[in-house]
């Protein structure tokens, strides 16, 4: 991504195509994807939704879901399996099979046809491979595919380097949502509702403080507090959690988003904000300054928000 921003700055990408994620949203912040983007002389998106990134592409394409489209994919221990689709497509999407296909050539073969041809190209000197494929699509993986175990030792040395001296300010670890993940899920009314592991929380997000160091920066939950890092500053709810490093802040990724849909744009902070290329995970120098304000946090719902109507007690700012 790194590289792709640098060339994009210098003008020597003409053609940009991006097949699925949400660069606009998540890529890290300090890449600026969101102003760079636009340079780009032709961009096409294929993706699920219509979200922050097709906003800003020439074409949108249609992506079927991994439920609607033949596919293969590795396991950790290399054991291949056929992705099967349990139903055709329901919106005319393509899959990223198709839409290569488009660019090799190839727009007469289906994702089947392809997936096909490349296990009959592998498995070539089989005398029925017919027999093979059906075998293959009953049992659900390809038989003899995992990888061999390694035979691994530990380099010497590791763990010998002293630790080095803390810098300034708080150290600030990045996490997906529980519920949402990486922001993909925000639409999804079930899992907003789905409490989040240990804090219940619905519809939001948080800035997760120890209580130790909550009681040192005077904060208790539910305030609205700033976080500064590397230049970027969001505005975030807090949430004391017992068992929480101290000096340490956890925030989530996944909320802020501007084209979500129906009932995922606008839910809680873009965490993504103060995100940097160089340290998307984990880092040190966090300010944290308080701003007077409370952050109504929701615990539970109380109605459907699956009906259209507005979610009781999401995060407002009073």
Known sequence: MGELAADIRAGSVTTLLILGGNPVYDAPADLGFKDLLPKVPFSVRLGLYEDETSTLCHWHIPQTHE???????????????????????????KSLHDFLAV?????????????????KAQKADLARFDAFWEKTLRDGVVADTAFPPMQVSLKSGIGEQPPTAPS?????????DPTIWDGRFA?????????????KLTWDSVAMFS????QRLGLKSEEAVELKYQGRTIVAPTWVMPG?????????????RTRAGRVGTGA???????????APWIGTGLEVRKTGAKWALA??????????????RVATLD
């Open 67 to 93: 439920l609607e489209s033949w596919g293969d994919a590795r396991a950790y221990d290399g054991t291949v399996s056929v992705i099967q689709p349990l139903i055709a497509p329901l919106y005319g999407g």
């Open 103 to 119: 660019l090799n050539g190839q727009s007469s073969k289906s994702s089947h046809d392809l997936v096909q041809d490349y296990w």
């Open 168 to 176: 300034q300010g708080l150290e600030i670890v990045f996490r997906p």
């Open 187 to 199: 639409n999804n009314g079930w899992l907003q509702e789905l409490p989040k592991p240990l804090t």
């Open 211 to 214: 209580p130790k160091t909550a």
């Open 244 to 256: 929480h490093a101290d000096e340490s802040v956890t925030v989530f990724l996944g909320y802020g």
């Open 268 to 278: 809680g902070f873009d965490a993504g904000w103060i995100r940097p290329f160089a």
């Open 299 to 312: 615990a539970t719902q109380t109605h459907s928000t699956m009906d259209g109507r507005e979610p009781i």
